[in-house]
């Protein structure tokens, strides 16, 4: 099915899986809410899960509770089961945390905070959906990591230290279950105009100059939509992908590849 995706984008054209559901974490704003857009866009179902009391979704297609938590994954099997007999089609796990601080002083908590967020989070997910998937060798799982899980950033030791690890699961996971048919893969977002990261910017003294500079920074010179990775998330979820498993796909714009030697503006 095609279906115009807007904000300049190209028209999106992947195949859905309408006969399950997908379950969509981090649902209620940023790259979470986007992908929830489009994919009801596509027609296809959706559950969602967020901290959040509402999402995109329709009310009763919505899990509100921590993905940290067991009991909301419970809930969310739950869910799966009265609408698909064989589970879900697709995980795409967007939830996240970030704490901005030096490692010297970040507290021990806030690491295992952010470790329970978004590597645990994931880990319950992987745990209570694939099983099924990989019984009728059919499904995927897509997980946003970070550009922080491949590189150091100053003052974001607890979140690159989750991220990090998150990854090493995604590629653990794949490697477990692709001879089940199940694809894993995790996409690596850099600088993204979502809540979390404005979180970040209001962090500094500045933050109007703050985002100038990730702006500068970037190859690109912009911070990127949330609907930009949400594509790349579909996309990774679907049979166009059937090739791509254990992946971390970098999406930031060009950020990454090269080093800013430009001495002045």
Known sequence: MTVEAGDGMAQLAVPIDRSRPYVVTGAGSGIGQAVTELLL?????????DLAASSPAPQDRHVSGNVAETATWQRVVDLVGRLSDDGAAGLITCAGAIVVRDLATTPPEDFERLFRVNALGVLHGIQRLVPAMAERRDGSV????????????DRMSAYATSKGALL?????????????????????????????????????????????RLEGVTPAGRLLSPLEIAHLLIFLGSPLASAISGAAIVADGGLTSTYDFRLED
């Open 41 to 49: 866009q596509l027609d296809a179902e959706v559950v969602t899960v």
């Open 142 to 153: 897509v997980a946003v990591a970070s550009v922080d899980s491949l590189f150091a950033e």
């Open 168 to 212: 090493q699961m995604i590629r653990s996971a794949a490697v477990e279950h692709a001879r089940h048919g199940v694809r894993i893969n995790a996409v690596c977002p850099g600088a993204i105009d979502t809540p979390l990261l404005r979180q970040h910017l209001n962090e500094s003294s500045n933050p109007d100059a703050a985002r100038r």
